[in-house]
T-cell receptor, first 109, second 116 residues
Framework: DAKTTQPPSMDCAEGRAANLPCNHS???????VYWYRQIHSQGPQYIIH???NNETNEMASLIITEDRKSSTLILPHAMLRDTAVYYC??????????FGKGTTLSVSS | GAVVSQHPSWVICKSGTSVKIECRSL??????MFWYRQFPKQSLMLMAT?????????EQGVEKDKFLINHASLTLSTLTVTSAHPEDSSFYIC????????????FGPGTRLTVL
């Protein structure tokens, strides 16, 4: 069973920031937080991951709370092509990712 | 970099036949690959973990004799659906573990299997 909690859906206007929350209260100290997204009928795409510190890459930023029980994925300027199902997961490095239901993000113009 | 391919991208077969799906890591070596399947409007479900040179580890409820996994090299894992039935129709997705980049998993584009 999935170990994270995400809202089932969110809407965002094109060009605005999309902030996707995730609760992972049972995470252990050596487990990483991962975010992936899946556009319809494609394989999941890696977005970002982190352990304790906030992370940023060319796609997004990941903000992890100090107690590590929750995180937020930030897409700074959402585009129409960012419409997808976003999955938040955590695991020990090298183990399989277990997918929950994710958040369906709809970006509209 | 870190590209994973799958072949075929889609396949239609008759009930009772076997179908082989290939998963390749194109620009890195993957000692571990994972196989998932996804039914319509559902999330991905882990089927098995495939380690190069050893037997695959299957998740509870996945029949190892029906879903044969072979990981003969560091860049190739295969999933064979034996004696396929219509209920095996699904989207099969593999992922490969890239150890040098913080243990990120990179996913293939998926294979759509339809059993008639």
């Amino acid at each position: 069973d999935a170990k994270t909690t995400q809202p089932p859906s969110m809407d965002c206007a094109e060009g605005r920031a999309a902030n996707l929350p995730c609760n992972h209260s049972t995470i252990s100290g050596n487990e990483y937080v991962y975010w992936y997204r899946q556009i319809h009928s494609q394989g999941p795409q890696y977005i970002i991951h982190g352990l304790k510190n906030n992370e940023t890459n060319e796609m997004a930023s990941l903000i992890i709370t100090e107690d590590r029980k929750s995180s937020t994925l930030i897409l700074p300027h959402a585009m129409l092509r960012d419409t997808a199902v976003y999955y938040c997961m955590f695991n020990q490095a090298g183990t399989a990712l277990i997918f929950g239901k994710g958040t369906t993000l709809s970006v509209s113009s | 970099g870190a590209v994973v391919s799958q072949h075929p991208s889609w396949v239609i077969c008759k009930s009772g036949t076997s179908v082989k799906i290939e998963c390749r890591s194109l620009d890195f070596q993957a000692t571990t690959m994972f196989w998932y399947r996804q039914f319509p409007k559902q999330s991905l479900m882990l089927m098995a973990t495939s380690n190069e040179g050893s037997k695959a580890t299957y998740e509870q409820g996945v029949e190892k004799d029906k879903f044969l996994i072979n990981h003969a090299s560091l860049t190739l894992s295969t999933l064979t659906v034996t004696s396929a039935h219509p209920e095996d129709s699904s989207f099969y997705i593999c992922s490969a573990l890239q150890g040098l980049r913080g243990n990120e998993q990179f996913f293939g584009p998926g294979t759509r299997l339809t059993v008639l």
